[in-house]
T-cell receptor
Framework: LAKTTQPISMDSYEGQEVNITCSHN???????ITWYQQFPSQGPRFIIQ???TKVTNEVASLFIPADRKSSTLSLPRVSLSDTAVYYC??????????FGAGTRLTVKP | DTEVTQTPKHLVMGMTNKKSLKCEQH?????MYWYKQKAKKPPELMFV???????INESVPSRFSPECPNSSLLNLHLHALQPEDSALYLC??????????????FGPGTRLTVL
């Protein structure tokens, strides 16, 4: 199972862009990279998934360099409601994926 | 409908009680999961069911007994729990099961307190 490493916490201010980087040095050829968001006392919520290069949806972008040993979740113009824990998961199939420690993002006014 | 429901929302039980947690989804997903989450920790995978068959048991103590009666329902039977089992229990489901990575949809969880 590919292990992931993320910063424990990050602070930002409303309106700023936030980039959270995840390291996954032993990622396998068939592994996908998936990010989830979790608010207190709620289940995690899927944000974005990618395999290589760049993926963008209505809430975030995911940047994956050519060697795929890291990935960066980019949240444009964060608001207070983006305060949450963000998890990076790596795996080929759901059974392979395990939640790492996550990054606790605090958005300040 | 992209909702996973879990009941009850809160449960308090003694160490000698028997109780069950229930999870339901109507998205046609064929993989369902139980996770345990302690405060300020990430979710820990407990069990995975794929096509109603147990495919993963992460060395969970036998006082936790999962059951998948049909493709929409997932139960977690609890017996003789310990206070350290107090946690948020999360259920999730996904479409593709073990064939490929797919989005997991999580329920809101059951907050369990063992006295």
């Amino acid at each position: 199972l590919a292990k992931t490493t993320q910063p424990i916490s990050m602070d930002s201010y409303e309106g700023q862009e936030v980039n959270i980087t995840c390291s996954h040095n032993n990622i396998a050829t068939n592994d996908y990279i998936t990010w989830y968001q979790q608010f207190p006392s709620q289940g995690p919520r899927f944000i974005i998934q990618g395999y290589k290069t760049k993926v963008t949806n209505e809430v975030a972008s995911l940047f994956i360099p050519a060697d795929r040993k890291s990935s960066t979740l980019s949240l444009p113009r964060v608001s207070l409601s983006d305060t949450a824990v963000y998890y990076c998961l790596v795996g080929e199939i759901n059974n392979d994926m395990r939640f790492g420690a996550g990054t606790r993002l605090t958005v300040k006014p | 409908d992209t909702e996973v429901t879990q009941t009850p929302k809160h449960l308090v039980m003694g160490m000698t009680n028997k109780k069950s947690l229930k999870c339901e989804q109507h998205m046609g997903h064929r993989a369902m999961y139980w996770y345990k989450q302690k405060a300020k920790k990430p979710p820990e995978l407990m069990f995975v069911y794929s096509y109603e068959k147990l495919s993963i048991n992460e060395s969970v103590p036998s006082r936790f007994s999962p059951e998948c009666p049909n493709s929409s329902l997932l139960n977690l039977h609890l017996h003789a729990l310990q206070p350290e089992d107090s946690a948020l229990y999360l259920c999730a489901s996904s479409q593709a099961g073990t064939t490929r990575t797919d989005t997991q949809y999580f329920g809101p969880g059951t907050r369990l307190t063992v006295l």
